[in-house]
């Protein structure tokens, strides 16, 4: 009864299994860090245009004169 064949390739097999994970989840980490890029470079554009936007409602406020009435009037 010798069971070093049998253990040998059960060895084998999680080693190959251990590789496979090994290799996804460099995939995923790497996955992972350009989906923070991408998180960041949103999130700066979202400030950009609340500040435009903030610009504008600002510029709008500033001037209360009255409006004119419509030219056919």
Sequence with gaps: MNKAPEIHQRLDELET???HQDSIIDDLNEMSLQQWAEIKKLTEKI???????????????????????????
Excluded: C, R
């Design 17 to 19: 299994h251990i590789t």
């Design 47 to 73: 400030e950009f245009l609340q500040n435009k936007i903030q610009v504008a409602e600002d510029a709008m406020d500033g001037d209360d004169s009255p409006e004119p009435p419509p030219p056919h009037y």
